[in-house]
């Protein structure tokens, strides 16, 4: 069965940057597009991008858009976020996730999903 492990998480001040990886074991990633979700605390989770299985194609919640980028290594079976100017808003518990289609469509609908990681956090702060 596919598992999902995120890492890279921290604490990081305002205007910081941090690479989530979210790795695959137990199965391939070459058959899923990606998401990555997160949760801030007494918030509802939230999808927050999406790869598609071939990397082709991604996409961006607006509130990231334009300081997160979503990639992926399918060689290495790994899934990237990286985030950039990083403001205090964006702290949440991050999750990625196996989407069931090649491609983004719905990303945001958490039951398009079939397989999730535990989560990392993040954290900005001063």
């Known amino acids: 069965q596919l598992q999902l492990v995120e890492s890279g998480g921290g604490l990081v001040q305002p205007g910081g940057s941090l690479r989530l990886s979210c790795a695959a074991s137990?199965?391939?990633?070459?058959?899923?597009?990606i998401g990555w979700f997160r949760q801030a605390p007494g918030k509802e989770r939230e999808g927050v991008s999406c790869?598609?299985?071939?990397?082709?194609?991604?996409v961006y919640a607006d509130s990231v858009k334009g300081r997160f980028t979503i990639s992926r290594d399918n060689a290495k079976n790994t899934v990237y976020l990286q985030m950039n100017s990083l403001k205090p808003e964006d702290t949440a518990v991050y999750y990625c996730?196996?989407?069931?289609?090649?491609?983004?469509?719905?990303?945001?609908?958490?039951?398009?999903?079939?397989?999730w990681g535990q989560g990392t956090q993040v954290t900005v702060s001063s």
């Open positions: 996730a196996a989407h069931r289609l090649l491609g983004c469509a719905g990303y945001r609908w958490e039951y398009q999903y079939d397989y």
């Open positions: 790869i598609s299985n071939s990397g082709g194609s991604t």
């Open positions: 137990g199965g391939t990633l070459d058959y899923s597009a």
